[in-house]
């Protein structure tokens, strides 16, 4: 091949069209701009509307003045500490519930007498609007901390108990046909069949779970709450601070998407063997 010919070749190559994958990958961020932009998008128009006094800032504040309250929060340390006493309410409420939901939907799935006896009172529990027992919860357990954390761990109970049941119920026939041949105790198909099988369907439920605590937990810090996030919302509340309201309830927000971001993760690197 001669020389010309071998650079109107390189010519041509350098001028083709992009390959499928250099498409895919364009049309990829594209679409990751346009999920950033859009909410960037919508502050601007609300910033806008509210230096334009369209928006009244009695009604919804300015955002910059919604951050400003939460830089007045940060600085005088507030924001701290209220996220201390509101994150351990939660965890609290997700240890316990959780702990509850896996263990009794793994007892569920492995036993069909279980099932049997088990799951109808539970069903029934599971149609009770559990933000509708606090009145019973206060009568129970008072106005303190338990009823607080009993309520979370309630909501967080039935996504876990629902998904555990059902991940074991799928669970392939062929592999614990292969473990009978194979002669596994009890204690081996648990950890080498069920959990691996069940555990991404598991980390669905947690993920479920984790946003029902929050939003149980915006509820529950209304009860004769002294100190959280909800303390601070009711207290500027008292004080006609809208703008320490919605930032509270961002706040709220942001907590359940970082910590839906963090069981994403999780369930990523569980399942990326089984793809």
Request: without cysteine; glycine residues 8%.
């Amino acid at each position: 091949m001669s020389i010309a010919t071998t650079l109107a070749a390189s010519s041509t190559d350098t001028g083709s069209a992009p390959t499928p994958g250099q498409a895919g990958l364009w049309a990829r961020r594209k679409w990751e701009f346009v999920r950033i932009a859009s909410p960037l998008a919508l502050l601007a128009l609300w910033q806008l509307g509210s230096a334009l006094g369209v928006i009244p800032q009695d009604v919804l504040p300015a955002p910059s003045l919604i951050v400003d309250a939460g830089l007045e929060l940060v600085r005088n340390g507030q924001l701290a500490a209220a996220l201390h006493i509101s994150g351990i309410r939660v965890l609290e409420g997700l240890a316990l519930g959780g702990a509850i939901g896996v263990a009794a939907g793994a007892a569920v799935g492995l036993s069909r007498w279980l099932e049997s006896t088990v799951d109808p009172p539970m069903q029934m529990i599971r149609a009770l609007p559990h933000l509708g027992l606090i009145p019973l919860f206060i009568l129970w357990f008072g106005i303190g901390e338990l009823p607080k954390v009993l309520l979370v761990a309630l909501g967080v109970v039935f996504p876990l108990y629902l998904n555990t049941f059902s991940a074991i119920r799928q669970v392939d026939p062929k592999l614990f046909e292969t473990a009978d041949v194979l002669g596994f105790s009890f204690r081996q198909r648990l950890t080498r069949i069920i959990v691996p099988s069940a555990a991404p369907q598991v980390l669905v439920g947690l993920r479920q779970s984790l946003a029902i605590a929050w939003l149980t937990l915006i509820v529950a810090e209304q009860i004769n709450a002294d100190k959280g996030i909800g303390f601070l919302i009711n207290n500027a509340r008292d004080f006609l601070r809208i703008d320490v309201i919605i930032f509270g309830l961002t706040v709220y927000a942001l907590l359940g998407i970082a910590t839906d971001a963090v069981v994403r993760l999780i369930e990523r690197r569980a399942s990326r063997y089984q793809n």
